[in-house]
């Protein structure tokens, strides 16, 4: 029944005629009783069925409405119509799925954000919902193709761990003990995790950075890529609980290698969605476009969704070390007019986001590398620099954004 089914994007893109095509999938609009708008989900552009006025059974015609199910079989021919250039002549449509068009809450308009979270069932079958997840299934794909064409070894790191990989994060607990008060107990009062499925308390993981560079130590290039979980009860838009975080390890890199990957990883994986999702994209910044138009003049961007990924491509980073940072923060006009919230008034502070993007977004208007952090405020496994107060450290901050990066050479000195 379905083997012999043509993707709509494969029917609009191909732009050929008189050939006879199975389509299925969701009604958008049904007019005039003739008219199908089918959908399903391969692109945002509906595909025209023309079911010919008296040609099906009306009672079947009377099903056809918006989100009902169908399978349409006919001839592909030049569109007589406006926005698409093929549209298929049915010659016979099967109904798989009804739809109770009264009650039915997706209708063929736009819908707000804070609707679609309330109907989290249907909002994959939204333009919106529809283009973001197109884009995410390109990057992902792009992610593999990247670190493949350079030989890295894709590495499977646990989920369920009893490691808190250097504190990156606070952790979810995993146990199967009961949740009711009744589980075991050692003498100081403190669950007896010895009584728990792995003998040991355990969590999800926040990093696979540790299993990473165990690997990295016997196949040299290798890469993660994986869910990730962090216990963070931060409402901001740059804290999730749950994300997928990619996390390559190198051998033999020192810093400059590190940073010259992340920008190239950047590039790649933006310049792959430019090429395959230009539709998608399109249909993004025009949304956000929108919503642009809606805030201050001040607080509006400078450039369109594709202008950003266009500029990102086919620019260099600005690459600079912390030191020169919180030089040209310590004399802006934000921080002498004291606009920051934390002001930087010394040399050693850790850097807010509000400085991040004050650099990324008004001072240098592109991505940044930030370099050579001062110890004190890094991990202890960076590698000390030769002034002994810096670490070979970086970061990568993105306009709008803030950190997107984060990596470093790692200390192999014992002394």
């Known amino acids: 029944m379905f083997n012999k089914r043509v993707k709509i994007n494969a029917l609009l893109e191909s732009e050929s005629v ?60 030049a569109s007589l119509g406006k926005g698409q250039k093929v549209e298929l002549q049915a010659s016979n449509i099967e109904l798989l799925g009804d739809s109770d068009a009264e009650k039915f809450p997706l209708q063929p308009k736009k819908h707000s954000l804070e609707f679609l979270r309330e109907i989290a069932h249907l909002r994959f079958r939204t333009n919106t919902f529809g283009a973001i997840f197109r884009v995410r299934n390109t990057l992902a794909f792009a992610v593999h193709k990247f670190f493949n064409e350079r030989g890295f070894v894709y590495i499977h790191t646990p989920i369920i761990t009893g490691s808190d990989a250097e504190g990156a994060g606070e952790m979810f607990q995993v146990t199967t003990l009961p949740l009711d008060g009744s589980a075991p107990k050692n003498e100081d009062g403190s669950i007896n995790f010895k009584e728990d499925f792995f003998g040991r308390s355990t969590n999800l993981t926040v990093s696979g950075q540790l299993e990473g560079e165990l690997a990295a130590m016997a196949f040299s290039d290798i890469y993660t890529f994986g869910p990730t979980f962090r216990a963070e009860n931060s409402n901001t838009t740059r804290h999730l609980a749950e994300f997928w975080m990619i996390e390559p390890e190198v051998a033999f890199n020192d810093l400059e290698d590190n940073m010259n990957l992340a920008e190239d990883f950047i590039k790649y994986i933006i310049g792959y969605a430019i090429e395959h999702n230009k539709e998608d994209l399109e249909f993004l910044a025009q949304r956000l476009a929108e919503e642009e138009k809606q805030k201050p003049q001040q607080d509006r961007s400078e450039m369109g969704l594709l202008e ?103 200390e192999e000195r014992y002394d």
């Not at 009604?27 to 005039?32: E, K």
């Not at 552009?45 to 006919?74: H, M, P, S, W, Y």
């Open 308 to 410: 950003k990924l266009d500029f990102v491509v086919n620019n260099n980073f600005e690459r600079l070390t912390y030191t020169e940072a919180i030089e040209i923060l310590r004399e802006s006009n934000h921080n002498k007019k004291k606009k920051f919230s934390y002001l930087i008034d010394k040399w050693g502070v850790d850097l807010q986001s509000e400085h991040e993007r004050y650099l990324v977004e008004k001072h240098f208007k592109k991505p940044v590398i930030l370099t050579d952090y001062p110890k004190d405020i890094k991990s202890f496994y960076m590698r000390l620099n030769d002034d002994g107060k810096t670490v070979a450290a970086m970061d990568i901050l993105a306009p709008g954004i803030g950190e997107i990066v984060g990596g470093s050479q790692r």
């Open 18 to 77: 008189d050939y006879e095509a199975t389509v299925m999938g969701w009604v958008r609009s049904f007019r005039n009783n003739q008219f199908i708008a089918l959908n399903d989900g391969s692109t945002n552009n509906n595909i025209q069925v023309v079911a010919t006025l008296g040609g099906f059974d009306e009672a079947i015609l009377k099903r056809i409405t918006t989100g009902a199910c169908i399978k349409a079989t006919g001839k592909v021919i």
